[in-house]
């Protein structure tokens, strides 16, 4: 890789906002791909094993593994092979994944857990080892990067090798953990699911529909349905293997970190796993290490509502296949002396590229494991043997398990959970509501056009102007106006007193419609950085929260 595409490389800061184009063209004019507004992508060459690989893309990735590693040169970064070239790709894979492991300390944990959802008949990417070399004319010659696991990609060569087929919907959902009904629109779903390829009307209703049986059906209706919707089978095997290796960074407890896949043929939804570094006790927010190696069986997610699994578990005849499913496992590949032999095997492989891995990171003084809130994970074999001994302590009736709490009501399990609505969900819902031409932001035009739409819907009585008690109480209308709506709290209450307030300008008590559009144009005009009339999602989300901040403060 170039010196110049090295430097292109970095990642950006979103808290300043979207870069200028300017900074982002390519030598040759052309403008770089940038991954949601953060990560650039640069070209390079790689090789692998002896086999030389031209035009290759690469790019950083990850959230928090990638922040704290700030300042080191050994990061996450996630490789296409067929950058330039459709039809390169290194033994049938066209994308990589590195991890550098910088929150798991023993290196083992992405290998170790996806062989588990293997052996339990789950889809789940292959991995490898690999010592990373990197070479930047004039700045690096074959620096060792260090020890990383490799963790296919899975995307449609996946699916093709797993199920025989590149067809079927691709979803890889973030900021819900169940599956949530958001309305009948399914633009209100896109952002959620996130789907690899835009869907067919089909596809696009099969999911609705689905988040209507799971959310909105009474328990009869629940049970007729859910089985035609869901591989029940294929959910519990994910469900039991998250639990027994206790990975909460997942929709356990977090709304992120899994794939969701609709069939072809079958039309069933399927569940994959997804980023396991911090598994096997290893989330330095889910409690003390052995709270977490004590998780429940009975009930692994975290306290709040998780629709799905306790609508499955709450069925007779589901909760006995899970709990086949658990001692099944136990029995087999998670018995203590199977961990064990598995766990040394994979030990011996890394074990000369782990002491090298660590001597070149002390060298460079970089942070290593950088014990995110003094957070020390137990060592793989100290799991093993603490984690067996709870399960059968559960399966022997003898205690219960710990159940994970968050910190804040409605935790995190999604946007509309007990108050997810907050004022990143309504600069979200904003910009999908008002982005007619589908950009990505919104306009003045399309603003306007917008919060008339909104007053329209909620002055009913076409008075000219509404009460708090009115405004809020018609809010949903204005965010959905057809189909059901969502459950939960549409939006939070401190939202909807910000929003009357803005729509109350003079003060009172009565929103126009005047007040409100004037309010919002304001906003534009205050975070229009670039002076090109629109804002992104992420400028107005910084400006609602200073406006809604402003408002909640004057109204408390």
Not at 237 to 244: G, I, P, S, T, Y
Not at 392 to 413: A, C, S, T
Request: net charge neutral.
């Amino acid at each position: 890789m170039s010196e110049a595409e090295w430097e292109a490389m970095k990642a950006l800061d979103t808290r300043k906002g979207v870069a200028p184009a300017d900074s982002l063209k390519k030598i040759d004019g052309e403008q770089r791909e940038v991954h949601r507004s953060r990560f650039p992508w640069a070209e390079g060459s790689l090789t692998i094993n002896g086999e030389h690989l031209n035009g290759i893309g690469a790019r950083y990735k990850g959230n928090a593994s990638f922040n704290l590693m700030r300042g080191s040169l050994k990061r996450n970064m996630k490789i296409k092979l067929d950058w330039t070239n459709k039809d390169q790709n290194y033994k049938s894979i066209e994308t990589l994944n590195l991890n550098a492991g910088g929150l798991d300390p023993s290196k083992l944990r992405d290998v170790f857990g996806y062989w588990l959802f293997r052996e339990a008949g789950v889809p789940a990417p292959r991995t490898t080892f690999a010592d990373i070399t990197l070479t930047i004319p004039g700045r690096y010659e074959q620096e060792y990067l260090g020890l990383y696991t490799i963790v296919e990609q899975v995307n449609k060569s996946f699916l093709k090798d797993r199920f025989g087929s590149k067809k079927g919907l691709l979803m890889k959902p973030e900021g819900i953990a169940s599956i949530e009904y958001q309305g009948d629109d399914w633009r209100f779903y896109s952002h959620l699911y996130r789907p690899e390829d835009q869907p067919s009307l089909a596809q696009s209703k099969r999911v609705i529909d689905f988040a209507k049986v799971v959310n909105l059906s009474d328990t009869k209706q629940f049970r007729d349905l859910i089985g035609s919707y869901l591989d029940i089978d294929g959910f519990l095997r994910f469900l039991v293997v998250n639990a027994l290796i206790v990975n909460l960074d997942t929709l356990l407890a977090m709304p992120q970190n899994y794939y969701l896949h609709l069939g072809e043929d079958t039309n069933k939804f399927v569940f994959f796993p997804w980023d396991l570094d911090i598994s096997f006790a290893g989330w330095p927010l889910g409690g003390k290490p052995a709270d977490q190696m004590n998780l429940s069986l009975a009930h692994p997610h975290s306290s709040d509502e998780h629709k799905l699994i306790d609508r499955l578990l709450a069925m007779e005849g589901v909760k006995q296949s899970y709990d086949k499913i658990i001692n099944q496992f136990v029995e087999g590949f998670f018995s203590k002396d199977r961990l064990t032999e598995k766990f040394e095997e994979l030990e011996r492989t890394i074990l000369d590229s782990l002491e090298r891995d660590k001597a070149t990171i002390e060298s460079r003084k970089e942070p290593g494991y950088p014990a995110p809130r003094g957070y020390r994970p137990p060592s793989i074999r100290e799991f093993i043997d603490k984690r067996t001994s709870s399960i059968q302590r559960q399966l022997n009736g003898k205690e219960n398990g710990y159940i994970f709490v968050h910190g804040r009501p409605g935790g995190r399990l999604g946007h509309l959970a007990q108050g997810g609505f907050g004022r990143g969900r309504l600069a979200m819902h904003i910009l999908i509501q008002g982005d007619l031409n589908e950009d990505k932001s919104i306009s003045k035009k399309e603003l306007f056009a917008m919060l008339s739409g909104w007053f329209d819907a909620m002055d009913r009585e076409k008075a000219g102007g509404l009460s708090k008690a009115a405004f809020i109480k018609s809010l949903p209308d204005a965010f959905f106006p057809s189909g059901e709506k969502p459950l939960g709290r549409i939006p939070e209450p401190y939202v909807a007193a910000g929003l009357f307030t803005l729509a109350d300008s003079d003060g009172d008590g009565i929103a126009t419609k005047q007040s409100l559009t004037s309010s919002f144009a304001a906003l534009l005009e205050r975070m229009d950085l670039d002076d090109d009339g629109k804002l992104n999602e992420h400028l107005l989300m910084v400006g609602l929260r200073s406006l809604i901040q402003q408002s909640r403060n004057a109204t408390n």
